[in-house]
């Protein structure tokens, strides 16, 4: 039996892609390799949002490339967003590879790697689905759930934001039909997932391609007084209604997260779903690039600072507690110290307790190619460092507020950091889990807990995550009866980190 191994860069829709490749594979009769070096097929799945993760496939294919020369037989794919971008001219500059696929053209791989397998010559598929869009459904082996999932709900961008290159490699929005997202959770959840990420590269957008959900807005307009009321009324989507739904349908899952949002689709239905909805954690990541309204305009962001504010303020007046993370940029061509002042100001504003940030760098296909680089790659690095800064204070002090207090974290696996906590005996190992504020917490258990809720004391806060004790031990569970527990004895694996160790990024695009 053939094997392959997919080798995953980049963000969360990336990550998605990756595993359903692997069902694909299996389903047509290959196995997954021990690692990189023993596998037939070896599939690169790409990330082109930043310059650095496109270095990173260059000098991967350098290497498997250096494998091919022992074991001519070996087959170099090259999936996701460089594949779509590049296409045909990836073959030429990099001659190791024999297949370039798209992310919409998953289903055909192994029909492409049968001809290959009959010495085909290299090929390259990167067509968009646009007429009949697909959604590839999970289908979780017995045993192999984790604790946590992620469901696309759409795919592809409809925004400009003239420094973005999704638009051009993942095309325009589609959306999946409303009864195949409940459906697929429905089945993740019967296969022991309690936690559901809703994925999509803007996916408060959606709307129901199958119109069986009611139109938005679900509730009464709300006055914003920095959106004028025409703007708010085409923001208007069904997502919060998705929601709804998906909270009516599958009343067995315990949480439910979605990722990026845009913030002109925060609307006064989607704050309204958060305060009804207990399934909706308490946390929102909701990417704001800039907190300089003369950038957000360069940017094509289509709101202001202000009206980011309005927007995140009502929804934490309906959710106490909640937090927020964001997105940011730095150093975008003709970004001033006056505007990035103002980004600090917004973080402190708003009070992330987290951000990703970026420096700039030019995409090819972006608006903002016609515009000067002009902020200095040491200015750039001044600004993420200043920018880190600002969010760190508020997240230390956000994290040891928590020191004393007992959580509810949902157990995702193993961890990696010992919790040394006092109680830690022989066959204790250190667990890893989130709250529902989306904090990491650590903690040792003497058996495998994962996919369980618990209650953990905290004891000590470190600089990204918490340390605490379990309240109350769990009844240890059959290894067979643990759906969410993973096949591997002595516990399961972090289900941040794919099957053969690839490790995930927070964000997409
Ligand atoms: N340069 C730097 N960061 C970028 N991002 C997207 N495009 C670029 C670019 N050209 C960042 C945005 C987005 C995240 C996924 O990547 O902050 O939200
Ligand atoms: Fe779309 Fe997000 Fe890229 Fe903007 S940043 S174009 S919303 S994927």
Redesign the pocket.
């Known amino acids: 039996m053939p094997s392959f191994a997919v080798v995953t860069f980049g ?1 969360q829709m990336n990550m998605h892609d990756s595993t359903r490749m692997e069902e694909v594979l299996r389903g047509a009769g290959y196995a997954p390799a021990q690692d990189v070096e023993g596998a037939d097929v070896v599939l690169l799945n790409t990330c082109s ?2 310059e650095k993760a496109e270095q990173k496939l260059r000098s991967e294919v350098g290497r498997l490339g250096q494998l091919k020369r022992r074991r001519p037989d070996l087959v170099i794919g090259v999936a996701g967003c460089v594949a779509q971008q590049e296409g045909e001219r990836l073959l030429r500059a990099l001659p190791q590879i024999d297949l370039i696929i798209g992310p919409d053209n998953i289903p055909e791989l192994p029909r492409l790697l049968a001809d290959l397998d009959t010495g085909g010559l290299p090929q390259v598929r990167t067509v968009f689905d646009v007429d009949a869009p697909s959604f590839l459904s999970a289908r979780p082996r017995p045993g192999s759930a984790g604790a946590t999932a992620f469901v696309t709900v759409m795919k592809g961008c409809n925004e400009r934001c003239s ?3 999704v638009p051009h490699t993942r095309g325009p929005e589609r959306y999946r039909p409303a009864r195949e997202i409940v459906d697929e959770i429905a089945t993740l959840v019967r296969a022991g997932v309690r936690e559901i990420t809703l994925l999509g590269q803007t996916v408060n957008s959606y709307r129901d391609p199958e119109a069986s959900l009611p139109p938005g807005p679900l509730v009464a307009e709300r006055r914003w007084q920095h959106t004028r009321g025409s703007l708010a009324r085409q923001d208007e989507t069904e997502f919060p209604a998705l929601l709804y739904r998906i909270a009516e349908q599958v009343p067995e899952l315990l949480r439910l997260r979605y990722t ?1 949002p845009h913030p002109r689709h925060l609307t006064a239905s989607l704050i309204r779903a958060h305060q009804e909805l207990p399934v909706l954690a308490r946390h929102v990541h909701m ?1 704001v ?1 800039s907190g300089s309204d003369r950038v957000l305009r360069r940017m094509i962001r289509r709101y202001s600072a202000a009206e980011y504010v309005e927007r995140t303020d009502a929804l934490r007046e309906a959710v106490p507690d909640l937090t927020l993370t964001t ?3 730095v150093g975008f061509p003709g970004e001033s110290d006056e505007d990035f002042e103002q980004t600090l100001e917004l973080m402190r504003r708003v009070g992330f307790v987290g951000v ?1 940030g ?4 030019q ?1 090819p296909f ?1 608006p903002a190619l016609q515009l000067a680089d002009d902020v200095s790659e040491a200015e750039k690095g001044r600004r993420l460092e200043r920018l880190f800064a600002t969010v760190d204070e508020r997240k230390v002090a956000h994290l040891t507020s928590l020191v004393g207090s007992t959580q509810r974290v949902l157990v995702e696996g193993r961890g990696k950091v010992q919790a040394f906590s006092a109680t830690a005996g022989e066959g204790t190992a250190s667990y890893t889990g989130r709250t529902e504020r989306n904090e990491i917490v650590h903690f040792d258990a003497p058996w495998d807990v994962t996919g369980e809720v618990l209650e953990v004391t905290i004891r000590e806060a470190y600089k990204n995550s918490l340390a605490g004790d379990l309240q109350e031990l769990p009844p240890r569970r059959a290894p067979a009866a643990s759906a969410a527990s993973s096949t591997r004895p002595g516990g399961a694996q972090p289900s941040r980190v794919g099957q053969d160790g690839r490790r995930l990024l927070p ?3």
């Open positions: 963000c949002v930043r420094y973005c290159i990026s990417p690039q997105d940011v940029i990703f970026f420096k700039y760098s995409r972006t964000v997409l695009g």
